[in-house]
C-alpha cells in the first residue's frame, strides 16, 4: 500500500502543476482505495476484538459504537487533511469540527449508562 500511496502521491504532485481539480481528485481517490483496502484488512482483528468484549461482558451496543467512532475519527482526519492539501485550511479546521462533535454525540448513550452506573453505586 505504501507504494500506493507514494505513486498516487507523485501522480498528485505532477498534475498539480497543470490542473489542481484533478490533482485533488487523484488524492481523494487513492485515499478512499486505501480506506477500504484497511477496511478488509482489519476485518479478522477486528472480529477478534469484537469476540474479546463480548467475553468480557461488554454489552454489544458499546462495542458497535467504538468501531463507529474509530470510523469517524479515520474519516475525517483523512477528510480534514486532504481540505489542508487543497489549500483549505478552514475546511479542514471544519471537518475536525464535525467530527468532534459527531463522536460526541455518538458517545452519549455511553455516557449515559456509565452516569447510571454511578448511580446504582451510590
Known amino acids: ?3 500506493f500511496c507514494v505513486c498516487g502521491a507523485l ?8 490542473c489542481s481539480e484533478q490533482s485533488l481528485l487523484i488524492s481523494t481517490a487513492v485515499c478512499t482505495a486505501v ?4 477496511v478488509v484488512m482489519l476485518d479478522v482483528p477486528l472480529n477478534e476484538i469484537r469476540e474479546i468484549f463480548v467475553s468480557a461482558g461488554v ?9 463507529k467512532a474509530l470510523g ?6 483523512i477528510s480534514a487533511e486532504l481540505c489542508r492539501d ?3 485550511g478552514a475546511m479542514g479546521a471544519a471537518a475536525e469540527l464535525w467530527g468532534r462533535a459527531a463522536v460526541t454525540v455518538l458517545s452519549l ?3 449515559k449508562n456509565f452516569l447510571l452506573l454511578i448511580d446504582k453505586l451510590l
Open 1 to 3: 500500500m505504501g507504494v
Open 11 to 18: 501522480l498528485a504532485v505532477l498534475l498539480k502543476q497543470y
Open 35 to 38: 480506506f477500504f483496502a484497511a
Open 59 to 67: 454489552p454489544e451496543s458499546s462495542i458497535s459504537l467504538v468501531f
Open 72 to 77: 469517524i475519527c479515520c474519516i475525517t482526519h
Open 86 to 88: 487543497s489549500g483549505e
Open 109 to 111: 448513550p455511553i455516557m
